[in-house]
């Protein structure tokens, strides 16, 4: 891992940095193009011009660590909320959310019936995504999927291609029958759980990437999902999938709001699945630094902020 990917993702967790941040306007500048605004308003207006391009669209409402038992129920009336919006507007439209939102620090139990609630609302040709966050909570994170799985086969899992473990985390979802969506990772980890090379992490990713995708042709992963901007990777990926017989339909890349935007545009042209998550909240600090961890090049866009008008 970089010096600069490791002193970002340890900005991500400072309280100091997190209140001060929205204070500068060259911040907000560059946080605008990674979501269109702290709305849901805002996010649905962004939708709809996506689905003009034939992409589309993951929600999802910033916010992590809740402690409060009120507050994660609001979360959840409002993702209640966001699905009924997405039903009445016709949206080709999920939504992705995190446990930890839903009141995984206070309680399993509350969480699940947080998560049940939003599933039960959501439609039945749509999935509903939950995030991973950091390694400490991937046990929790994967024993609640597996609940809700069992009932719910409309439900999700983002998987982390840099942890050494979800190479056997995989191999145990498979019999569910899961849909997942695999990502790099974005939060520091250490070593001794994750591949600290970017090389190896990539390497591991189309190593998953491939399993995911022979299992989806047999029937035994819903839908297999890329979650990455590396289109290097994509496109080895792409590959893979054309020689194993996938119709452009069936594969299936999601990328975050105002990244590679010519990429998703280029896959929805060429009959890909191409979806893009719109994030939208006030919650942003935190995944707006990871965002510029992921990639050097969402740094330097933010150093030309500085400098523009």
């Known amino acids: 891992m970089s010096l600069v990917r490791s002193i970002l993702l340890a900005a991500s967790q400072n309280q100091w940095l997190r209140h001060r941040a929205a204070h500068y306007p060259f911040v907000r500048r560059t946080v605008s193009r990674f979501m269109p605004g702290e709305t849901f308003d805002d996010a649905l207006a ?90 400490n909570y991937v046990d929790a994170t994967l024993d609640l999927y597996r609940h809700a799985l069992t009932a719910h086969p409309s439900v999700g899992i983002c998987l982390q291609a840099y942890l050494y473990r979800t190479k056997d985390d995989l191999a145990k979802l498979l019999p569910l029958r899961p849909s997942i969506r695999l990502v790099k990772g974005a939060y520091h980890e250490p070593a001794e759980i994750a591949f600290p090379r970017k090389q190896d992490v990539d390497e591991n990713y189309f190593t998953l990437g491939k399993q995911m995708l022979r299992a989806q042709k047999e029937n035994r992963c819903v839908r297999a999902a890329f979650g990455t901007h590396d289109i290097a990777l994509i496109r080895r990926l792409a590959d893979f999938a054309s020689a194993e017989g996938f119709g452009k339909r069936d594969f299936e890349v999601q990328m975050l709001y105002g990244i590679q935007r010519a990429e998703q545009e280029r896959l929805a042209s060429e009959g890909c699945t191409s979806i893009v998550l719109v994030a939208y909240g006030n919650y942003w600090y935190p995944w707006f630094v990871r965002r510029l961890a992921e990639r050097p090049a969402n740094l330097w866009f933010m150093v030309r902020n500085v400098f523009a008008a």
């Not at 660590?65 to 009336?77: G, T, Y």
């Not at 080709?92 to 969480?111: F, H, M, N, W, Y």
């Open 46 to 135: 962004a939708a709809q011009i996506l689905r003009g391009k034939k992409i589309g669209t993951v929600f999802t409402h910033l916010g992590e660590n809740i402690k409060d038992r009120s507050e994660a129920q609001q979360v959840a009336e409002h993702y209640l909320e966001v699905l009924e919006r997405i039903r009445e507007r016709g949206l080709p439209a999920e939504i992705s959310v995190k446990l930890t939102q839903l009141g995984l620090d206070l309680s399993a139990d509350l969480c699940f019936e947080h998560l049940k609630a939003i599933i039960e609302r959501a439609q039945k040709d749509s999935t509903v995504w939950v995030d991973m966050e950091a390694s």
